[in-house]
């Protein structure tokens, strides 16, 4: 269920205060990006092509931002069993270690997969390689200055 608030009932002297930081949980630290990230599913054919596309309309929950944008997924392999069944193993990391969202992240990831036309996802957290603000990609540093944040 949505909850909408009416501007009226918005007191500014509540609001929290610009310090011009993004926001309370993520640092946004430059760091080197190894080769291979961001990984963005460019190259992928059939049932991993689907499970990327679908992971693209994950957003972050603090800025609407795709979260494979982001550089936050770090894989995706699909496995089909014996009986037919297809399983997904999705591997991300967070921006931050301590993420509040994570169980949420880490749903949506799930539920996104699923849309994708695999029976059952297992979602990895990687913390290795460390996620630095370097492993954005360009549609995502676009949609970050949109969002009013230059990376």
């Given amino acids: 269920m949505s909850e909408t608030v009416d501007e009226g009932e918005i007191d500014e002297a509540d609001a929290p205060a610009d310090t011009g930081e993004p926001c309370a949980y993520t640092e946004y630290e430059r760091g080197e990006a190894p080769e291979e990230f ?22 972050d929950p603090e800025m609407p931002v795709s979260i494979v944008d982001l550089g936050l997924i ?3 392999e699909v496995a089909e069993t014996d ?10 990391t967070l921006t931050y270690s301590g993420c509040p969202a994570r169980e949420m992240l880490q749903n949506d990831v799930r539920c ?11 979602v990895k957290l990687r913390y290795s ?23």
Avoid: I, Q
Wanted: no cysteine.
């Fill in 112 to 122: 996104a997969a699923l849309s994708a036309g695999v029976d059952e996802v297992a």
């Fill in 129 to 151: 390689p460390t996620w630095n603000v370097d492993m954005v990609t360009e549609a995502g540093r676009e949609d970050l200055r949109e969002f009013g944040l230059s990376v």
């Fill in 38 to 59: 961001p990984k963005t599913g460019d190259g992928a054919e059939g049932t991993v092509a689907d499970v990327w596309e679908a992971l693209y309309s994950v957003e």
């Fill in 83 to 92: 009986d037919g069944e297809k399983r997904a193993v999705v591997e991300m």
């Fill in 74 to 76: 770090y894989g995706v």
